[in-house]
């Protein structure tokens, strides 16, 4: 027992009162999850969470997530996203908790623990001609350890996303380079006894290409992001996907693969991820699997889009 609350103590709330927020840090949608947490594909509702300004098309959204961390350690989160004015609005939130945990000093049990942690927040984003994205967000967060180790704080998000950044050479090949930039987690942690958590800021950067085949049809994507700065170190996700095609807007499937490379504190080095999904017109279910020291954690999520009745827009 012992070993299962240091465990779950490292992992969930690290490092007990001067901990971050790891509820910030999970990743809700198994899509992205399976490209070693690349936000490229996180571009309907669950953008929420990663960069917020792939919410800048303008068109209806559900999503929902779920991740299975450690024994009974839970993480799940919702969002939704809607047209509003010359951009895209968005809200929901993310909870991660552990069942109760029993308690020993000196080899006595002494009590037992359920600590859990939770968000929620909204975003906003507009594409600028097409050619930029930008997007803000702000969460309201709140952690409880224990009755004495609990307390709220905020966290502000802010991203962009450039579209055909070598336009100047017009050549076709660009127009499906993308490149991307975010700054998470920037804020105030929750005051924990008599000191705040600290919060897993940082900054990620990233480039994605896209490739179409006719035969098979397809789209193959090739994505690459580094965090060149963060509280909690440094690494380096890349991933690769394959899409499917077997009835264009109707049917489709696709497989995945990443891997992250680099040394942080609040996850594991040298992570493998793969998975894959099914799109039946507007409804995407997702399923990742994480290979780590630690052992397999698996990700599941679904996503339900609806395209806007004025502009007809759809990812």
């Not at 962009?160 to 660009?174: C, E, M, Y």
Request: glycine share 12%.
């Amino acid at each position: 027992m012992i070993f299962i609350l240091l465990l779950i103590s490292e992992l969930l709330f690290c490092r007990y009162e001067n901990s971050s927020m790891q509820v910030l840090t999970v990743n809700p949608c198994a899509r992205s999850a399976g490209m070693a947490d690349i936000s490229f594909p996180a571009g309907s509702a669950e953008a929420l969470f990663h960069n917020p300004a792939f919410l800048a098309d303008k068109y209806f959204s559900l999503f929902a997530g779920y991740r299975y961390i450690l024994g009974e350690a839970n993480y799940g989160a919702v969002s939704s996203k809607f047209p509003a004015g010359p951009g895209s609005a968005a809200a929901g939130g993310a909870w991660l908790a552990n069942g109760p945990v029993d308690i020993y000093e000196s080899g006595v049990l002494t009590g037992k623990i359920s600590p859990y942690q939770f968000s929620a927040g909204g975003a906003y984003a507009c594409n600028l001609r097409g050619i930029l994205m930008i997007g803000a967000g702000v969460f309201f967060l709140y952690s409880k350890l224990t009755d004495q180790y609990k307390g709220a704080g905020f966290a502000v998000n802010g991203g962009l996303v450039l579209a055909d950044p070598l336009r100047f050479l017009k050549k076709s090949w660009t127009k499906n380079l993308q490149i991307g930039a975010v700054i998470k987690n920037a804020g105030i942690g929750p005051q924990t006894g008599t000191k705040r958590t600290e919060l897993p800021s940082r900054i990620i950067t990233g480039i994605c290409y896209t490739v179409h085949a006719d035969k098979p049809e397809m789209d193959f994507s090739a994505a690459a992001e580094i965090i060149p700065w963060s509280k909690t170190g440094r690494s380096v996700h890349t991933a690769v996907e394959a899409i499917f095609i077997f009835a264009p807007g109707i049917l489709s499937a696709g497989l995945r693969a990443g891997l992250t490379a680099g040394k942080t504190r609040d996850t594991f080095k040298d992570m493998f991820r793969c998975g894959l999904g099914i799109t039946l017109r507007s409804m995407s279910l997702d399923y990742a699997i994480e290979m780590n020291r630690a052992g397999y954690f698996h990700n599941i999520s679904i996503s339900l889009i609806r395209p806007s009745v004025k502009t007809g827009n759809k990812p």
